[in-house]
């Protein structure tokens, strides 16, 4: 079998990651879970939604991680990412969360992508099959994912150290266990130990037995290939935690079984809880309606306008389950949102967390520019606004490179980006006030443009034509 190639372990230090992803060797490093205790805090929080198994895990678990007996040393906890899309999104920052969470309190935490598991799909939650991945189409989504959660697991640790010893924090793909396995011989020796009954009475397996368009084979043997991938870091790296959404408890319980068979130890399973939208459906691509975390599908003015948007009655829970800041501050926080409501101090606090925890510094100072320019026609935030920023926050606008001749006109300008009709009527488009440059309406079309007026200081022009129809204009030999 082969080892897994993304990282290894040597001398207590993790190769192939950033320096910063240091494991201290054992016996050197505590763990520090806080007053209260790691798992209480996030139940409160309402992080971690559900234990298993449920008769041992109210005294063992808490042990393992508050006041275990063998001096409180760092546990491995991990949680899968299957690459069925090439970008995580809104719906994975929790789990990715309960990790960091981990991570902070000292423990070591592994992001496996499911580099293999991908192709066959997971039923969880799924009332039709994935359509099917070719094996280069799911290893460029699992690149991209190990990019996503490496970029996430750097702005964490950058934006938002708290002075403590973290653990490590690594990135695996399970196709490195699994690429050199052959068929039979995994069957021979996996297969024998999972009972067809245990496994067909799972919510998911019965959910969709009974659904018209039933289950394949590929989609049925998922849960035993996640009940492996949790023995493989059970083995390997000491992993006796794993971490999911609600929807996974039925697949934890596999890794769970196969492992106790295997080795008479107990493993445990945490999972968090999902995010729906406002019609209640479950936040994700297979829904249609993701909120991506990478800036090329969802940029970090739509992250944070997706948080800033969040309803008075779910603000307080998603501070809680979103961000690091302590309950006391979120109820301060609060308090003062009783107070003044319509300045929305809750929604911003949320996105800005959220969305520099995504994108980092520069990506939040990014998302309140285009919230400037946007919504309060703020002329400075569009002067210092960058190509690919203007193009984010105006996605369906035409974009023209254009040469300033002496004496360019609002007319002229207008005809050239294709932006008004030629002729009369597009000449009353302007004279009756249905054109603006740079959230100022012009009626002159013989107007010659203005350096720092019609045109700004980096060399670009907002056009707009009546409520909602954008163009942008970067203009050439300046």
């Given at each position: 079998?082969?080892?897994?190639?993304?990282?290894?372990?040597?001398?207590?230090?993790?190769?192939?990651?950033?320096?910063?992803?240091?494991?201290?060797?054992?016996?050197?490093?505590?763990?520090?879970?806080?007053?209260?205790?790691?798992?209480?805090?996030?139940?409160?929080?309402?992080?971690?939604?559900?234990?298993f198994?449920?008769?041992?895990?109210?005294?063992?678990?808490?042990?393992?991680?508050?006041?275990?007996?063998?001096?409180?040393?760092?546990?491995?906890i991990?949680c899968?990412?299957?690459?069925?899309?090439?970008?995580?999104?809104?719906?994975?920052?929790?789990?990715?969360?309960?990790?960091?969470?981990?991570?902070?309190?000292?423990?070591?935490?592994?992001?496996?992508?499911?580099?293999?598991?991908?192709?066959?799909?997971?039923?969880?939650?799924r009332?039709?099959?994935?359509?099917?991945?070719?094996?280069?189409?799911?290893?460029?989504?699992?690149?991209?994912?190990?990019?996503?959660?490496?970029?996430?697991?750097?702005?964490?640790?950058?934006f938002?150290?708290?002075?403590?010893?973290?653990?490590?924090?690594?990135?695996?793909?399970?196709?490195?266990?699994?690429q050199?396995?052959?068929?039979?011989?995994?069957?021979?020796?996996?297969?024998?130990h999972?009972?067809?009954g245990?496994?067909?009475?799972?919510?998911?397996?019965?959910?969709?037995?009974?659904?018209?368009?039933?289950?394949?084979?590929?989609?049925?043997?998922?849960?035993?290939?996640?009940?492996?991938?949790?023995?493989?870091l059970f083995?390997?790296?000491?992993?006796?935690?794993?971490?999911?959404?609600?929807?996974?408890?039925?697949?934890?319980?596999?890794?769970?079984?196969?492992?106790?068979?295997?080795t008479?130890e107990d493993?445990?399973?945490?999972?968090?809880?999902?995010?729906?939208s406002t019609?209640?459906?479950?936040?994700?691509?297979?829904?249609?309606?993701?909120?991506?975390?990478?800036?090329?599908?969802?940029?970090?003015?739509?992250?944070?306008?997706?948080?800033?948007?969040?309803?008075?009655?779910?603000?307080?829970?998603?501070?809680?389950?979103?961000?690091?800041?302590?309950?006391?501050?979120?109820?301060?926080?609060?308090?003062?949102?009783?107070?003044?409501?319509?300045?929305?101090?809750?929604?911003?606090?949320?996105?800005?967390?959220?969305?520099?925890?995504?994108?980092?510094?520069?990506?939040?100072?990014?998302?309140?520019?285009?919230?400037?320019?946007?919504?309060?026609?703020?002329?400075?935030?569009?002067?210092?606004?960058?190509?690919?920023?203007?193009?984010?926050?105006?996605?369906?606008?035409?974009?023209?490179?254009l040469?300033?001749?002496?004496?360019?006109?609002?007319l002229?300008?207008?005809?050239?980006?294709?932006?008004?009709?030629?002729?009369?009527?597009?000449?009353?488009?302007?004279?009756?006030?249905?054109?603006?440059?740079?959230?100022?309406?012009?009626?002159?079309?013989?107007?010659?443009?203005?350096?720092?007026?019609?045109?700004?200081?980096?060399?670009?022009?907002?056009?707009?034509?009546?409520?909602?129809?954008?163009?942008?204009?970067?203009?050439?030999?300046?």
């Open positions: 079998m082969a080892a897994p190639v993304l990282c290894c372990f040597f001398r207590g230090r993790c190769f192939g990651t950033p320096g910063w992803l240091t494991v201290l060797p054992m016996g050197l490093r505590k763990a520090h879970s806080g007053p209260q205790g790691l798992l209480a805090t996030q139940k409160k929080r309402g992080l971690f939604k559900e234990f198994p449920d008769k041992i895990t109210e005294t063992e678990l808490p042990e393992l991680f508050d006041h275990g007996t063998a001096g409180n040393f760092p546990q491995t991990y899968g990412f299957d690459p069925t899309a090439d970008s995580l999104h809104v719906g994975h920052l929790l789990a990715l969360l309960g990790l960091f969470h981990f991570q902070r309190a000292g423990h070591n935490v592994i992001a496996l992508v499911g580099g293999a598991t991908a192709r066959l799909g997971d039923p969880s939650g009332t039709k099959e994935r359509e099917a991945m070719d094996a280069k189409r799911v290893q460029a989504n699992a690149l991209a994912l190990r990019r996503g959660l490496e970029s996430l697991a750097a702005n964490h640790h950058q938002f150290a708290d002075g403590r010893t973290w653990g490590s924090f690594t990135v695996l793909d399970n196709s490195a266990w699994y050199s396995q052959h068929l039979v011989d995994f069957l021979a020796a996996v297969g024998g999972f009972r067809m245990t496994l067909l009475s799972r919510l998911s397996v019965q959910t969709r037995l009974k659904s018209p368009e039933g289950m394949s084979l590929a989609e049925f043997l998922y849960q035993v290939l996640q009940a492996y991938d949790f023995y493989y083995q390997h790296y000491g992993c006796r935690v794993q971490l999911g959404g609600s929807d996974q408890l039925g697949n934890i319980v596999s890794g769970y079984e196969f492992i106790h068979k295997l008479g493993v445990f399973g945490i999972t968090v809880p999902l995010i729906t019609a209640g459906a479950k936040l994700g691509k297979s829904a249609g309606n993701a909120v991506w975390l990478n800036r090329d599908k969802t940029s970090p003015f739509e992250l944070y306008q997706f948080f800033v948007r969040q309803q008075d009655d779910s603000v307080e829970r998603y501070l809680k389950l979103f961000t690091f800041l302590p309950l006391s501050e979120i109820n301060h926080i609060m308090q003062l949102h009783v107070k003044e409501p319509e300045k929305r101090g809750p929604q911003k606090r949320l996105a800005a967390e959220v969305t520099k925890l995504v994108h980092g510094r520069e990506g939040l100072e990014s998302a309140k520019r285009c919230t400037q320019a946007l919504y309060h026609n703020s002329i400075d935030a569009l002067e210092v606004m960058s190509d690919e920023e203007l193009k984010e926050l105006f996605k369906e606008a035409s974009f023209s490179e040469v300033l001749d002496p004496g360019t006109s609002v002229d300008t207008c005809r050239k980006a294709n932006a008004i009709p030629n002729g009369p009527r597009g000449y009353r488009m302007i004279t009756e006030g249905g054109v603006s440059i740079n959230h100022r309406q012009v009626t002159n079309p013989e107007s010659v443009l203005v350096v720092g007026q019609h045109i700004l200081k980096n060399g670009l022009s907002l056009l707009k034509i009546g409520k909602r129809n954008f163009y942008i204009i970067k203009w050439l030999q300046l």
